[in-house]
């Protein structure tokens, strides 16, 4: 039974005291007293069709192990729709999430010792999960304007990097890899003989003005991707995610995942993710809306409220990159946040040494709560 979506207004209409009920790391990590505003979790209900999949699931008691199923076929349709992306069902892999995928491809495709290229500022479990497999991290830092540094890319294969782990749309920044450095880096990856791992979780989250391309799109012969509907329809604890190949030599690589692996996938969370795929839709464009609106208002309050804080303007998701270097807190603005105003961003150091100075804001709920977020970082900065 297709249920109703949620209507526009609806995002803006959570409450802080609801939310504190919740019992996920992002409302229970801090005292009750701080306002968490750090970890890639949104504050809005459900999607209709992915909560009536799930009360329905419970209902029948169907809590088991997981099985792919559907979801391929599912996701291959959304990719089609959303992005005019081609998928075919039969080249894909499921694991738990996307950081499972990383390390499994990264544990199959290459060896202890290997090189392998990153871009920071970026997703601190790259960092950590690469070094816990024994791979050497290479940092190939974005340029100043947060595009992909191709020459040091190139640099980075000729000296033996064995593959690229690709963040796109990039994790803290917002950015989107334009089509042509895609293809560029898809070309040095073929000419080096390098594998990439593209982790494009926040791709269905792209904002107005921008268009996401997938790597596989201008680079199948090298590259896996990596794609779930967990942050998009906000699902992370139920564990599912997808590596997508796109040629059949990928897809040969991709097999080589020991099998077993995907059994750590969540069973509600492939049902949940079909749902989402197949019927959240309406649902997501009308949060992709509300995150339009909630980054102007961002932009708004970082010059009214924010003097000496500069915005790294996202082109996609809800999570804001700000320099707070102007304010000469020190290398974790962050943590003067948490300690004087009492509301918790991700510092931004672990990022790289390209953030210190810097701190991520999530954006993922309402006006409300974001205006009260950017009232108590003032007040650190004004004690």
Known sequence: MRSPT????RFDEVRLEELRARRSAKWRRYPPDVLPAWVAEMDFPLAPPVQATLAAAVERGDTGYAFAGELAEAFAGFAAARFGWTVDPARTFLFADVMSGVAELVRTLTAPGDGVVVNPPVYTPF???????GRAVVEVPLTAGRRLDLDRIDAAFAGGARALLLCNPHNPTGTVVAREELAALAELADRHGAIVVSDEVHAPLTLPGATHTPYLEVGAQN??????ASKAFNLAGLKCALGVAGSARMAAALARVPAHVSYHAGHLGVLASIAAFREG????????????????????????????????????????????????????PAAVFLERGRVALSPGPPFGEQGRGFARLNFGTSGELLAEAVRRIRAAIER
């Open 6 to 9: 949620l209507a526009p207004a």
């Open 127 to 133: 960092f950590t999960t690469l070094r816990e497999l």
């Open 223 to 228: 590259g896996i991707a990596l794609v779930s």
């Open 281 to 332: 839709g309406p649902w997501l464009d009308a949060l992709v809306a509300h995150l339009d609106r909630q980054r102007e208002r961002l932009a708004e309050l970082v010059r009214s409220e924010l003097p000496g804080v500069a915005l790294v303007r996202p082109q996609a998701g809800y999570l804001a990159w700000l320099d707070c270097r102007g304010l000469r807190l020190g290398d974790d």
